[in-house]
Structure formats: C-alpha cells, structure tokens
C-alpha cells in the first residue's frame, strides 16, 4: 500500500467514525449517513474501506 492509500484510508475510516457518532446520538440521519458514505467513497477510494462500507 502506498503513502497516499494509507493517507486515503486513513482519512475515509476517521471521517466515517465521525459521521456514525453523529448517526448515533441523532445528529444525522440514515439517508444522511448513506450520502456522506457515498460521497466520502468516491473522493477517497479507499482500499479496506469499501469492506466496511455501508452503502454496498
């Protein structure tokens, strides 16, 4: 795995951490967490990440 994967996991796994809090305690919705999922697969292509997507 290269630097810019790891950086791009890295990143994909902690904004979605971030985002399931926020589904967990309300703050967003299960649409809402879908669109970010979505979104944040797109822009980070994650290699393990898209194991752990919610959205497939």
Do not use: C, W
């Not at 994967?5 to 979605?16: A, G, P, S």
């Not at 649409?31 to 990440?49: A, S």
């Amino acid at each position: 795995m290269s630097k810019e994967e790891m950086r791009n996991e890295k990143l994909y796994q902690t904004t979605m951490h971030i985002a399931r809090k926020m589904l967990n305690v309300g703050i967003i919705s299960e649409e809402e967490y879908r669109r970010v999922d979505k979104i944040f697969l797109e822009k980070y292509n994650p290699v393990f990440g898209t194991l752990f997507s919610d959205t497939r």
